[in-house]
């Protein structure tokens, strides 16, 4: 990579690094995964960065190769292990709102397959549209309108038939 190249790189994920941590949290659950997720997209970047600084929007470009990398990680035979001290404790399900709801909402999210995951994440936390979330995931905008379906159904059933459809847009971004 010549030095102007690499200068830009540089300037680019230092500058992304909070966003991208943010995305890749909101799709893991986990701060030391999505710090995983977010250095392997980086390390990827820096490999293919002459494509992906000509690509015309350059933080969708990166936005998709975390998703992918998210979405192609359960592939992986190494991801299937989970080295646990000891067995996790499962989180209390309380009514008074705030830190617990998140909690919940990020171990029934946890539960649903990663593309749907990967879909609810992109549709509800960020707003985007249904083509654009198509385009990261490489698939028709059918397959992300029924994995929206069936991921809000999933989490109805998983979060106890709360209501979800009654929640505002801005309360599903907070949690």
Avoid: N
């Avoid at 799709?27 to 490999?47: K, N, P, S």
């Avoid at 969708?60 to 000891?86: N, S």
């Avoid at 404790?89 to 705030?98: D, H, R, W």
């Amino acid at each position: 990579m010549r030095d102007g190249s690499q200068a830009e790189y540089v300037d680019y994920v230092t500058a992304r690094i909070p966003t991208l941590r943010r995305l890749a949290f909101l799709l893991a659950g986990d701060e030391h995964r999505a710090d995983d997720l977010v250095q392997q997209t980086i390390t990827t970047l820096y490999v293919k960065w002459q494509r992906a600084s000509a690509a015309t929007h350059l933080d969708g470009y990166v936005r998709t190769m975390l998703v992918r990398t998210f979405v192609d990680e359960r592939r992986l035979a190494w991801a299937r292990v989970r080295l646990l001290r000891e067995p996790p404790e499962p989180l209390p399900v309380t009514g008074s709102g705030g830190i617990e709801e998140r909690q919940v909402v990020r171990v029934a999210l946890a539960r649903l397959p990663r593309r749907q995951q990967a879909v609810l994440v992109l549709r509800f936390f960020y707003d985007l549209p249904v083509d654009e979330v198509a385009a990261i995931l490489g698939c028709s905008t059918g397959t992300v309108k029924s994995h929206t379906s069936r991921g809000l159904t999933t989490l109805r059933r998983l979060l106890g038939e709360r209501e979800l459809t009654g929640f505002s847009t801005q309360e599903l971004r907070s949690r």
